[in-house]
């Protein structure tokens, strides 16, 4: 059974969209995603939960519970086995884009750089 999309990620409810398997999926890190996070890292509040990804060093299997959370807050009832076996364009550097997209909604918000730029992210000059 094909998997539909109705409607489209809204960036200021802190939703992303991204390609898994071919289809077009909102991820979103809602309140409860959150708490399953901060379950699954063992952290006490959503600023340790920040600290943790702010570090910038993420393990695979924390691509894959992030991923999946995105996912079901976003609606997809999909579990992280099934996450781990999706494919996406960009192998694991489409996982870690995917990745920042989705924190940078959740934490970040829409920035001024975004604002400015009519809604297009900025790009750093020196990656």
Do not use: H
């Amino acid at each position: 059974m094909e998997t539909r999309v109705i409607g489209y990620a809204n960036r200021r409810r802190g939703e992303i969209e991204a390609v898994l398997d071919g289809q077009r999926r909102i991820l979103c890190l809602t309140l409860g995603a959150l708490a399953e996070l901060e379950a699954a890292f063992s952290v006490g509040d959503l600023s340790g939960l920040a600290e943790r990804f702010s570090s910038g060093r993420l393990r695979a299997g924390d691509m894959i519970r992030l991923i999946g959370a995105g996912l079901r807050g976003g609606g997809n009832l999909l579990a992280d086995e099934d996450v781990a076996a999706m494919s996406i364009d960009g192998g694991v550097a489409g996982y870690a884009r995917i990745v920042g997209d989705l924190l940078e909604a959740t934490f970040g918000g829409v920035g001024a750089a975004e604002t400015a730029n009519g809604g297009e992210k900025a790009v750093a000059a020196n990656p």
